[in-house]
């Protein structure tokens, strides 16, 4: 009896490929993957941990995607393109191919991942286990009129609670613009799977700036939305430069918050892309860990900031690199696309492969550097076959065992 406590905690501990490789082990573990209480354990243990690969995909509506792994010791001997196969990460083949053929990725959380539905005319959401190939539609709420707008005016984040019974202890955060020719508000819905339903959170004022929903970030109770930076509005208008809005879905109180200043300057530029993550990991609590980060690209030139203090209003820089300082392998790198994964690890992409760099408060600056640099260590994680898209997202993955709700179905049959 002892022997087998031992081997579920270990089991518990470990990512959905080594669980299916050591089934065949005795009877009580070729048994582990289908007990409530193990997939339970087991998602939660790992819903700590660091992401360890990423789902890559182009913005536009394609049907391709790949699936990495983040460490580039896990690439597969004999692999010319060094890309790791989705089956290595307990994801078969043919989950892959559901994704490639139905879904626009929009974010993933512990296992599961939320996606837009690109079969459908209304572009429903649902959720979807890729190792386990189960997924979950989720129904239409009744204040998005069935997500009808693109894919580019909405976003949506999974969120647990641990009081709530397993497996229904999740909700789905869903933002999207009220009004898609002229969108100044927009509305927060959340989907509950306690309750199967979903409850409108509120409407708020964005400003007259086109906000990024394809990037919301949740933190704490709030969620938070950057601005475009595209220079369409007068020089006179408050809004000229862009900006975060900060949404209390508790409370139904929204606030703007001002982009770091070095940030704003030159941010009219064409080539000026700002994005913003979560910073820090979960279950961190300090505000130094546990905040929000944004990230800039222009003119080849990264810069990152992290706020420190959300009344203040104050950022930290931590980040500041030409591309080319970075010596990449690229002779020539155009970058496609960024993320931060695992709470401070920048993730980029070229038109030919994908890039890490990991990201911390006081990083020391490079004195002899021409743009004042930060000293960076860049790794190269695996070459991507995506081609030339000049737009690529980016999302963390890490496989577990854990059902997308108790009315979860297997992947349709083609």
Wanted: aromatic share 12%.
């Amino acid at each position: 009896m002892a022997l087998d406590n031992i081997i579920f905690e270990v089991f518990s501990r470990l990512p959905v490929k080594a669980i299916f490789r050591f089934k065949a082990i005795s009877k009580s573990c070729s048994s582990l993957p289908s007990e409530a209480f193990f997939m339970m354990q087991q998602s939660l243990q790992l819903q700590f941990m660091d992401d360890d690969g990423f789902f890559i995909q182009p913005e536009s509506c394609s049907s391709n995607v790949e699936l990495h792994a983040l460490s580039e010791k896990n690439t597969i001997k004999g692999n010319k393109n060094g890309k790791k196969q989705s089956s290595d990460f307990g994801v078969p083949d043919n989950s892959l191919q559901f994704l490639k053929e139905k879904a626009r990725i929009l974010s993933s959380s512990n296992g599961l991942i939320v996606c837009l539905n690109r079969e459908e005319e209304d572009m429903d959401l649902f959720l979807c286990n890729p190792a386990t190939q189960n997924w979950f539609l989720l129904p239409n709420s009744p204040e998005s009129n069935g997500f009808k707008n693109s894919s580019y005016m909405m976003g949506a984040h999974v969120v647990f609670n641990n009081q709530i019974k397993f497996p229904d202890d999740y909700r789905v955060i869903a933002v999207e613009s009220v009004n898609e020719e002229w969108p100044s508000h927009t509305t927060c819905s959340i989907y509950s799977a306690k309750d199967q339903a979903w409850k409108e959170m509120g409407r708020f004022y964005t400003g007259n700036r086109d906000m990024r929903w394809d990037m919301p970030v949740y933190n704490d109770g709030v969620v938070y939305l950057i601005s475009d930076s595209f220079p369409y509005l007068h020089r006179e208008s408050p809004f000229y430069k862009p900006y975060i809005v900060a949404y209390d879905m508790e409370k139904g109180i929204s606030r703007f918050l001002r982009l770091p200043r070095e940030g704003k300057r030159g941010s009219d530029d064409p080539s000026c892309d700002m994005r913003i993550f979560r910073w820090g990991k979960l279950g961190e609590s300090s505000p130094a860990s546990s905040s929000l980060c944004v990230i800039r690209l222009r003119r080849s030139v990264f810069m990152g900031w992290v706020l420190q203090d959300y009344d203040d209003r104050a950022w930290t820089r931590v980040l500041k690199v030409h591309v080319r300082a970075m010596r990449l392998v690229d002779p020539n790198p155009i970058i496609c696309g960024f993320t931060v994964m695992n709470g401070n690890l920048l993730v980029f992409a070229t038109e030919e492969r994908v890039y890490q760099c990991r990201l911390a408060l006081g990083a020391p600056t490079d004195p002899n550097g021409s743009y004042g640099e930060h000293l960076v260590q860049v790794e190269e994680i695996c070459r991507h076959g995506l081609g030339s898209s000049r737009k690529l997202k980016l999302n963390a993955y890490a496989s577990t065992l854990r059902p997308c709700g108790s009315g979860e179905t297997p992947y349709p049959s083609n």
